[in-house]
């Protein structure tokens, strides 16, 4: 279980990273970009919002830097690597409560069961906010949800069979096959993203 967590999110910051690097690369700045908000979440937006949005009744959100996280809880979903940990970066989820305590909580996004996690990094005033979005559900969504993104961001600026990217100044998102059941889905803050990046490459990890 560990192990798993762990190496998914590896995964979810070197797409991050490498998804970043190509939108610096070939998109040049336009103020009016807009953000990719799916309306349960945009990137950039404060932890608080996120922690107190309009999730639906009995669903609250932890993040791997709550005092009061329920013992029951996995600790591994909520690992990050040390480097950006050590920076302030948090990681949250969606959990609800049942007989047998708390659990995490699927959203139904585009008609599917959702996995949601949300990773926070603080701005330049020290602000926890929105970096990365991270979405999981079933690989037979990927069509409907491809749609769903489309309808919210625009067309896509690369789409293939087991791949979908929309990107612009502002935002960067994907979603990709994982190659076996799942697929992942990410929303990407560019500018917090680059200057996560800026800040792990002064602070190497030891």
């Not at 990410?186 to 800026?198: A, F, K």
Request: charged share 25%; hydrophobic share 40%; with cysteine.
């Amino acid at each position: 279980m560990t192990h798993r967590h762990f190496c998914e999110i590896l995964m979810f910051m070197k797409v991050a990273a490498a998804l970043t690097a190509l939108l610096l690369a070939a998109t040049p700045a336009f103020a009016a970009d807009k953000e990719f908000d799916l309306g349960f979440a945009r990137p950039g937006m404060m932890q608080g919002q996120f922690r107190f949005g309009a999730w639906p009744a009995g669903v609250k959100v932890f993040c791997s830097d709550d005092k009061d996280r329920p013992e029951e809880l996995d600790k591994a979903a909520f690992l990050l690597p040390k480097g950006i940990a050590r920076l302030g970066a948090s990681r949250c989820g969606l959990f609800a409560k049942d007989d047998a305590g708390w659990r995490q909580y699927r959203l139904e996004v585009a008609g599917w069961s959702t996995e949601v996690w949300g990773m926070f990094f603080p701005d330049g005033a020290g602000q926890p906010r929105l970096v990365q979005l991270f979405l999981k559900q079933p690989k037979e969504s990927f069509e409907t949800l491809s749609t769903h993104f489309a309808g919210r961001f625009g067309p896509p600026k690369e789409s293939k069979a087991r791949l979908a990217r929309w990107s612009n100044s502002t935002n960067d998102a994907a979603i990709i096959e994982d190659g076996g059941t799942n697929l992942h889905a990410y929303v990407i803050d560019n500018r917090l993203q680059e200057s996560m990046n800026v800040r792990m490459s002064q602070h190497p990890t030891r």
